[in-house]
């Protein structure tokens, strides 16, 4: 619940969202160009379930007990991202940093003609 997270102050949720930010550069890594542009709500979903856990286990919570869905939710997303980071999932509308075009610069030479020598 909402509750569970009442006493957390701003600064350390944000350290949290920032460690499970890293947590999902390191997979997306693997297969897009960091920083992405845009990316799908699961992806968010994810690193917001990483940085829950971090919190709870941080305060105190029960992983077999009433707690135990926020360990699942954790442990389903750190499989997620090693999904993405091996190929095996592909997120629908990330958009990466790579460069969109495939005009490359061309290198041009140029000599005189033999002269015979």
Do not use: H, N
């Given at each position: 619940?909402?509750?569970?997270?009442?006493?957390?102050?701003?600064?350390?949720?944000?350290?949290?969202?920032?460690?499970a930010?890293?947590?999902?550069?390191?997979?997306?890594?693997?297969?897009?160009?960091?920083?992405?542009?845009?990316?799908?709500?699961?992806?968010?979903?994810?690193?917001?379930?990483?940085?829950a856990?971090?919190?709870?286990?941080?305060?105190?919570?029960?992983?077999?007990?009433?707690?135990?869905?926020?360990?699942?939710?954790?442990?389903?997303?750190?499989?997620?991202?090693?999904?993405?980071?091996?190929?095996?999932?592909?997120?629908?509308?990330?958009?990466?940093?790579?460069?969109?075009?495939?005009?490359?610069?061309?290198?041009?030479?140029?000599?005189?003609?033999?002269?015979?020598?």
């Amino acid at each position: 619940p909402a509750a569970a997270l009442e006493g957390v102050s701003p600064s350390t949720r944000a350290e949290a969202l920032a460690s499970a930010t890293d947590d999902a550069d390191a997979a997306l890594g693997a297969i897009y160009e960091l920083p992405l542009v845009a990316w799908p709500d699961s992806l968010r979903q994810r690193v917001t379930d990483i940085a829950a856990f971090r919190l709870l286990r941080r305060r105190g919570f029960q992983p077999t007990g009433a707690d135990e869905l926020v360990v699942k939710a954790y442990d389903d997303a750190m499989e997620w991202l090693a999904r993405v980071a091996r190929g095996t999932l592909v997120l629908p509308g990330v958009v990466d940093s790579a460069p969109t075009s495939d005009v490359t610069t061309a290198v041009s030479i140029s000599t005189r003609p033999l002269r015979g020598w």
